[in-house]
């Protein structure tokens, strides 16, 4: 299994712009989870699904964050318009039993300058 | 209520000594305690998890070491290697809930 691939692995754009980071889980993974990762507030839970479903936005930081999971086998994350603040790593994960045994991508490091 | 501290921010150990990194909780109510090991580049990686209803769990090198009634637990490297160099996070959760709180991380190098 090549483990769950997020793309792209880095995204430069200008603060306004719309980003859309995409995720595609391990197979047969029902659990998937959004990550943020910044040195000030270290690794964030943005988002979880369970079986396509969003089953807990609260970490989602405004408005302008929204996710999806059209289906098993893939997962957007999308910031519109983009700021500054919003530059980070942002991970994302999937597992078949819960958070703590979750499968980390290798990340997206957002710039948005 | 839902903070995991960890400590020391970062640390340098001789190759072969023993790195320690603490973690504190403060929500009683958490019940899985796992640690992450991330690479430069990498996601993080589930490295060695432990439950309350055990005061230590062993997996090759490393050793996780709790204490319920501080709210504290540890992660020991024995005969710490170069290629242990890396963050390491603690993280607390409820394994009936659906989010893993995270330490600050730790950053561990190793010299050879």
């Known amino acids: 299994d090549a483990g769950v691939i997020q793309s792209p692995r880095h995204e430069v754009t200008e603060m306004g712009q719309e980003v859309t980071l995409r995720c595609k889980p391990i197979?047969?993974?029902?659990?998937l989870f959004w990550y943020r990762q910044t040195m000030m507030r270290g690794l964030e839970l943005l988002i979880y699904f369970n079986n396509n479903v969003p089953i807990d936005d609260s970490g989602m930081p405004e408005d302008r964050f929204s996710a999806k999971m059209p289906n098993a086998s893939f997962s957007t994350l999308k910031i519109q318009p983009s700021e500054p603040r919003d530059s980070a790593v942002y991970f994302c994960a999937s597992s078949w039993r819960g958070p703590a045994a979750a499968f980390f991508g290798q990340g997206t490091r957002l710039t948005v300058v | 209520q839902q903070q995991v501290k960890q400590s020391p921010q970062s640390l340098i150990v001789q190759k072969g000594g023993i790195s320690i990194i603490n973690c504190a909780y403060e929500?009683?109510?958490?019940?899985?305690f796992p640690w992450y090991q991330q690479f430069p580049g990498k996601g993080p990686a589930l490295l060695i998890a432990?439950?309350?209803?055990?005061s230590e769990k062993k997996e090759g090198r490393f050793t996780i070491s709790f204490n319920k009634s501080a709210k504290q637990f540890s992660l020991h490297i024995m005969d710490s290697q170069p290629g242990d160099s890396a963050t390491y996070f603690c993280?607390?959760?409820?394994?009936?809930?659906?989010?893993?709180?995270f330490g600050s991380g730790t950053q561990l190098t190793v010299l050879p």
């Open positions: 432990i439950r309350p209803d055990v």
């Open positions: 993280a607390a959760s409820k394994e009936s809930a659906r989010q893993l709180t």
């Open positions: 929500n009683t109510a958490f019940d899985y």
């Open positions: 197979s047969g993974h029902n659990s």
